[in-house]
């Protein structure tokens, strides 16, 4: 990240900074609000590290409200017909819309144990897994206490706003550069 791109950030009104990075996390705007209180932010690094503390040192009914707002897997998983099980191009991460109908009922079932437990949807930044690897997770994530199930769903967010945050930083050096 260019130093110059980081002293835009640092120089921006309250406003500019809740309008640039405050939908980086879904339904928290106020994560933004709370961390322009910190500047300046040596880098992108430490922008992105405050306002995931902001998230997730909110209090209970807001951490459960930015949860909340992700979308779950459950919302990209589908049976493919046959036909579409030969044929790759899968567009829903992880190939979750190429299921057979085994592992769709395995799914929805792990899926609706997973949300009666947590009370939140199973977050899972799920490019570069595959179907399989992605049922063992959930499997897998189903026996944590709820502290760490949250936990681990948080960093989960992370990795959602990552791609966001990047965009933002180009967007902004594109502007710089110009």
């Given at each position: 990240?260019?130093?110059?791109?980081?002293?835009?950030?640092?120089?921006?009104?309250?406003?500019?900074?809740?309008?640039?990075?405050?939908?980086?996390?879904?339904?928290?705007?106020?994560?933004?609000?709370?961390?322009?209180?910190?500047?300046?932010?040596?880098d992108s690094?430490?922008?992105?590290?405050?306002?995931?503390?902001?998230?997730?040192?909110?209090?209970?009914?807001?951490?459960?409200?930015?949860?909340?707002?992700?979308?779950?897997?459950?919302?990209?998983?589908?049976?493919?017909?046959?036909?579409?099980?030969?044929?790759?191009?899968?567009?829903?991460?992880?190939?979750l819309d190429?299921?057979?109908?085994?592992?769709?009922?395995?799914?929805?079932?792990?899926?609706?144990?997973?949300?009666?437990?947590?009370?939140?949807?199973?977050?899972?930044?799920?490019?570069?897994?595959?179907?399989?690897?992605?049922?063992?997770?959930?499997?897998?994530?189903?026996?944590?206490?709820?502290?760490?199930?949250?936990?681990?769903?948080?960093?989960?967010?992370?990795?959602?706003?990552?791609?966001?945050?990047?965009?933002?930083?180009?967007?902004?050096?594109?502007?710089?550069?110009?």
């Amino acid at each position: 990240m260019n130093e110059s791109v980081m002293r835009v950030i640092n120089a921006m009104s309250r406003s500019e900074f809740v309008a640039t990075f405050g939908s980086v996390f879904k339904d928290a705007p106020w994560a933004a609000e709370e961390a322009y209180e910190c500047r300046p932010f040596s880098d992108s690094s430490g922008l992105k590290s405050t306002m995931m503390a902001m998230v997730r040192g909110a209090p209970e009914e807001a951490r459960l409200r930015v949860l909340r707002s992700y979308p779950g897997l459950d919302s990209v998983v589908a049976v493919a017909s046959p036909r579409e099980q030969i044929i790759s191009g899968t567009t829903a991460p992880a190939g979750l819309d190429q299921l057979s109908p085994e592992e769709f009922a395995q799914f929805r079932s792990l899926n609706k144990s997973y949300h009666e437990r947590f009370d939140m949807p199973f977050i899972l930044y799920a490019e570069g897994n595959t179907a399989e690897g992605v049922m063992k997770l959930l499997e897998q994530r189903l026996r944590h206490e709820p502290e760490v199930e949250e936990a681990i769903a948080f960093r989960e967010v992370g990795r959602f706003a990552d791609p966001e945050f990047e965009a933002i930083f180009q967007k902004l050096a594109a502007k710089e550069s110009d």
